[in-house]
């Protein structure tokens, strides 16, 4: 692609940057075919490509942008699925967001608009305001069919999950038995709020496997909230604060950055790019997902569950965003369970962050598109990596959703999902062969149960 900047404009890093990736779009236009928003409408302005010429437009000419554009460049998710199937490798994701950036900045939003994205950004990446926010929520649910989409999907969400234990304290939560490795914990921000069972889960198995597992002084959110919204300063700031907490905790020896939201983890992979600092690099490279750390641990499964049919969802900041496809699906198989792949698993569910609450007629329609191919595969249980696409999930399908981590736990000894108590799981057939890895302990069943195999 040709560009027309001047050498004014060149002169700044982010237009010096775009302009770099712009001329990598060779318009092959295989992007659109895993766009869901190009897949959904048709129009060229919601694909990755025409919104490549867009953003070229609008930051060659400068200022505030008109709002046809900003209309199509807020309908991308960041899903990423472009990147996976981009023949060049055009990085699209720093592109939008240099482009989000500079529609915050220059295009006045309307009334209405501003202040939802506002209140998100500033609720949704704290724990304790957002714990307080949805206590409101919760009591405005009789009101939540008379609210406008945005309002409502946000007073739904409060009722979405149950958060579990107390938010996490920063400390040393030691391992069980000899230490294999040392590793940090992003205890992360929403989460926190709407289901801490995931926290709990992850330090129970990772302890489990040998792990101290350190919650540092400090951390918090990862920044990528604000950052998707256009608040490139604010995730900075909340990116600088978690690269100074982690970075306090190297002198005593850190193995890993464990993550256990997919979208978070992207972000912090990505730290060295955001922040361009040698200490945001040395964290970026240690930052790993829950299930890359218990691939390289190897898991030790006890065999007290049953092999139920669990479909795994990739989330696209897992699949897209990180390449993190087949260690997810390798440690549910090692676990005991049978995994089943879901149609069009490329595709994005709709959550994408802030997207179901800024977009909730486009994330309905692919929250039920996505819900439709999980029962097409008629599974007991769907596992996923990615709160958001949890919540968004299981709001289309009535199949209990858990963490992906919550299974592991299990599997390794501790407590059934709170998700999954009381549910009626239909009793699986039998097996012929015991999964390599899988001990052949029978299962702690109920009286008059079958054991596992």
């Known amino acids: 692609m040709q560009t027309a900047f001047t050498q004014d404009q060149l002169a700044q890093p982010e237009i010096a940057e775009a302009d770099g990736i712009l001329k990598t779009c060779v318009h092959y236009g295989f992007c659109t075919a895993t766009c ?3 897949v959904l409408f048709r129009d060229e302005n919601d694909s990755p490509r025409g919104r490549i010429d867009l953003i070229r437009a609008m930051l060659e000419k400068g200022g505030a942008p008109d709002p046809k554009t900003v209309h199509h460049l807020d309908r991308c998710l960041s899903c990423y699925a472009c990147m996976t199937t981009c023949a060049v490798k055009v990085d699209y994701a720093h592109l939008i967001d240099i ?8 295009f ?37 069919r008379l609210m406008p989409g945005r309002l409502r999907n946000l007073v739904e969400m409060a009722r979405a999950r ?30 926190q709020s709407l289901d801490r069972n995931i926290n709990a889960a992850t330090i129970a198995v990772l302890r489990r496997h040998g792990c101290d597992v350190v919650v540092a002084q400090g951390a918090g959110c990862c920044g990528a909230l604000p950052l998707h919204m256009g608040y490139s300063a604010q995730a900075k700031r909340l990116a600088s604060a978690n690269v100074e907490a982690w970075s306090r905790l190297l002198d005593g020896g850190v193995d890993a950055v464990v993550v256990n939201a997919s979208g978070c983890g992207t972000t912090v992979k990505d730290y060295g790019h955001l922040l361009g600092s040698d200490a945001s690099k040395r964290i970026a490279a240690l930052t790993c997902d829950v299930t890359e750390i218990l691939t390289t641990l190897g898991l030790r499964a006890t065999g007290q569950v049953r092999p139920y049919r669990v479909a795994y969802h990739d989330a696209c900041s897992l699949q897209h965003g990180q390449r993190v496809v087949d260690q997810p699906r390798q440690l549910l198989k090692t676990a005991g369970f049978e995994v089943l792949d879901v149609p069009e698993r ?13 977009q909730p007629g486009i994330a309905g329609a692919l929250g039920q598109r996505k819900a439709a191919h999980i029962d097409s595969v008629d599974p007991d249980i769907v596992a996923a990596g990615n709160l958001g696409c949890m ?48 001990s052949t302990t029978p299962s702690e069943t109920p009286s008059g149960s079958a054991a596992i195999w």
Do not use: K
């Open 108 to 144: 006045r939003r309307p009334l209405a608009d501003r202040l939802l994205r506002r209140l998100l950004a500033q609720v949704l990446p704290y724990p304790r305001r957002f714990l307080a926010a949805l206590r409101m929520a919760r009591a405005a649910r009789p009101l939540a």
């Open 391 to 438: 919540v968004q999930i299981g709001r289309h399908s009535a199949t209990p959703i858990v963490h992906t981590v919550e299974l592991i736990d299990w599997a390794t000894g501790g407590p059934m999902p709170e998700a999954l108590r009381g549910r009626a799981l239909r009793e699986p057939a039998p097996r012929e062969n015991v999964p390599v890895g899988v």
């Open 36 to 38: 869901p928003t190009y």
């Open 162 to 191: 149950s958060a579990g234990p107390e938010l996490l304290a920063p400390g040393v939560y030691a391992a069980e038995g000899e230490r294999r490795m040392r590793v940090a914990l992003l205890a992360g921000c929403a989460q």
């Open 99 to 106: 482009a989000r950036a500079h529609i915050e900045r220059t």
């Open 346 to 358: 490329h595709f994005c569910c709709g959550s994408a962050g802030t997207y179901n609450l800024l």
